[in-house]
Structures are given as structure tokens and as C-alpha cells.
């Protein structure tokens, strides 16, 4: 059985259960999004964001089977939160003042 599970945590202010994201989920993720960049096989500037999130979570399943990761809501939320979490990293490398 593999390290990865489907974890979650409620909070009161949830509507529900948050999936809790361990570190090797976050690195098979980025790693498949720079794949997929890197190939250019999907643009979500510019072709479907449904079609790209579908290839992710084709290509997490293969890496992460026991993760049970999907495209909505899981894949989509955490990379809102990681894009969220990194802009000021990307920022200062890009030059940008703030």
C-alpha cells in the first residue's frame, strides 16, 4: 500500500472536508504541470482548462494511484493555492517591484 491517502480536515467554516495535501502529492504535481508545460501538449491560456486538468489527473493516477486525486475539485483547488502561495516567489524572480 502506498504512502498517500485521501486525507481531509473540517473546519467550521468549510463547507464540508478539506483535503489535506502531503508534501510528495504537491512535488508529483508540479512535476506533471512542468511535464505538461514542457511539452506543450496544454496551454490553458489558450486551449481547454478542463482538457489540461484531465491530463493531470491521468498522469497523478499513474504516479499516485492510491492518492484518488481528481481534476475538480482537488487538482483545480491546490493549484489555485499553490499559484496563490508562489506569486511572490515568481514575482521577485521576474523583476516585478513590490
Not at 34 to 55: A, I, M, P, Q
Not at 57 to 81: C, F, G, Q, W, Y
Not at 85 to 95: K, Q
Request: glycine share 4%; proline share 4%.
Amino acid at each position: 500500500m502506498s504512502g498517500f491517502s485521501q486525507s481531509s480536515v473540517s473546519s467550521p467554516n468549510s463547507r464540508g472536508t478539506k483535503r489535506k495535501w502531503v508534501p510528495e502529492e504537491d512535488v508529483a504535481l508540479v512535476a506533471c504541470m512542468v511535464h505538461l508545460h514542457n511539452v506543450r501538449t496544454f496551454n490553458t491560456d489558450t486551449g481547454s482548462k478542463v482538457s489540461y486538468l484531465n491530463e493531470l489527473e491521468k498522469m497523478l493516477d499513474k504516479v499516485l494511484p492510491h492518492a484518488m486525486l481528481k481534476a475538480k475539485p482537488n487538482l483545480e483547488s491546490r493549484i489555485r493555492t499553490l499559484k496563490r502561495d508562489w506569486t511572490i516567489v515568481y514575482d521577485m524572480r521576474n523583476g516585478k517591484k513590490q
